[in-house]
């Protein structure tokens, strides 16, 4: 009758995780932190780029603010950079706006006014480029209100013409 007998098997309940548990949610989070590294990596650029935009924007705002007090862009015969006449007034923030420090990168920036056109100039351009999101890409704004993102390098913003193209 020992066959009738039932055996009795060892209840003793298994605690932990088994190594490949282990590995395969070892695994799961390096998936998903290498997708939100590269998520993080392009915000980063495109919130640079704003940074830039926001910028480029705000002279538009300060040579309207130095145009007040001055009533021109600058004087004839001035060399046209970053260095002369309206781009290195501190009254207006246009010095501090110009400093390639304050933006991200190694921007490239380009002033330009109509200087040779009047005898005092009355148009201005102003862009800073390439963005991250494009080698192509520069922000530019001018005296006419515009303030977009071009495909056109900072150093055609044209000297007589003044303008973002």
Not at 7 to 18: D, Q, R, S, W, Y
Request: aromatic fraction near 6%.
């Amino acid at each position: 009758m020992s066959f009738l007998k039932t055996k009795t098997h060892n209840l003793k309940p298994n605690f932990g995780f088994t190594l490949i548990e282990l590995l395969v949610v070892i695994a799961i989070i390096g998936i998903l932190s290498g997708i939100v590294l590269t998520s993080l990596s392009s915000a980063r650029a495109k919130a640079n780029d704003a940074k830039i935009q926001a910028q480029v924007s705000s002279v538009r705002s300060a040579a309207e603010i130095y145009y007040a007090t001055a009533n021109n862009y600058g004087p004839v015969g001035a060399v046209d950079d970053c260095t002369v006449a309206m781009w290195t007034d501190t009254v207006s923030g246009l010095a501090n706006l110009k400093n390639s420090a304050n933006y991200p990168g190694s921007p490239t920036i380009t002033c330009a006014t109509d200087r040779a056109a009047a005898a005092v100039a009355s148009k201005w351009a102003f862009s800073v480029g390439p963005l991250s999101t494009g080698v192509n890409n520069f922000a530019c704004s001018d005296s006419t209100g515009i303030s977009k993102v071009s495909t056109q390098a900072g150093a055609d913003v044209g000297i007589a013409a003044a303008a973002c193209k």
